[in-house]
């Protein structure tokens, strides 16, 4: 017997997968703020501190927050708190998802995940395990702070496909080769992501060789990569950190909602 409802399925398809896709994005829940932030190799007793100052930042600007700490920063002990797992326990059943997560007060949560990202880097076909993890606990946050070593900036690439990242902060401190690390560092999250400015945060340096040093970067960013960068100031600066933030956030929000003091444009910045 001839199937006589194929004509009008194949008719109608389209409109309902049309139907459908537009019902998906209506219902589903908004993208997080996604904000890397890559570390300077070989200055992981100095982070805890102003990391924790950037997650309140978040915290005070009204978003909740998720800090994956990827980078053994100990960002949860700035807070007081005592990570007991790591993202790589909820993978092999040790804990709930939900318990690999700290508290470290209202509207903010880290998430160890140093193993968990170490487990993905040796062997490539966890590395979308890492983020479907990393992404289901996120599920509630407006904004998650992705703390990883600079050696590991390629492990973004899962989580800009959605537009929830246009933005990167790249920490790095004085020492030989500092110019050569960060810029081989941006040109790692280029590979794997459309960052539209790099936001440079310096540690360990005076202000006058920060601004040498900045205007240098500045200068080989937009001469060998096309890169746009801001210097967004010391990691010693909790004005400077909220400042930051506060424009990031303004960044993420409609046009409409921005406040007049929050336009961008206002860090000192270099286009190519």
């Given at each position: 017997m001839p199937d006589r409802s194929c004509g009008h399925r194949d008719r109608s398809t389209p409109a309902r997968q049309d139907q459908a896709a537009g019902l998906r994005r209506l219902f589903a829940p908004p993208e997080p703020q996604w904000l890397p932030v890559l570390l300077a190799p070989g200055r992981d007793l100095d982070n805890a501190g102003w990391l924790a100052d950037l997650a309140q930042a978040c915290v005070d600007q009204g978003a909740r927050t998720l800090v994956v700490d990827a980078a053994r920063a100990h960002i949860a002990r700035a807070f007081g708190a005592?990570?007991?797992?790591?993202l790589a326990h909820a993978f092999s059943g040790d804990c709930a998802p939900f318990e690999a997560c700290v508290a470290g007060g209202a509207n903010l949560r880290i998430l160890p995940a140093v193993r968990a990202l170490e487990q993905s880097a040796r062997a490539p076909g966890r590395v979308r395990h890492f983020e479907a993890g990393v992404r289901a606990l996120a599920a509630t946050a407006d904004t998650v702070l992705l703390v990883l070593p600079a050696?590991?900036?390629?492990?973004?690439?899962?989580?800009?496909?959605?537009?929830g990242m246009s933005d990167a902060i790249v920490v790095f401190g004085p020492g030989s080769g500092c110019e050569g690390r960060v810029i081989e560092t941006m040109r790692?999250?280029?590979?794997?992501?459309?960052?539209?400015?790099?936001?440079?945060?310096?540690?360990?340096t005076d202000r006058a060789c920060a601004g040498r040093l900045y205007s240098r970067l500045a200068a080989i960013g937009a001469r060998e990569l096309g890169a746009r960068t801001s210097?967004?100031?010391?990691?010693?600066?909790?004005?400077?950190?909220?400042?930051?933030?506060?424009?990031?956030?303004?960044?993420?929000?409609?046009r409409g909602d921005r406040a007049d003091g929050d336009r961008r444009g206002v860090a000192v910045e270099t286009v190519s």
């Open positions: 005592r990570a007991r797992y790591d050696l590991h900036a390629r492990s973004l690439a899962g989580f800009c496909g959605t537009g790692s999250i280029l590979s794997v992501a459309e960052i539209d400015t790099f936001r440079l945060l310096f540690q360990g210097d967004a100031g010391s990691v010693n600066d909790a004005a400077a950190i909220g400042w930051l933030v506060r424009q990031l956030r303004c960044r993420n929000m409609p």
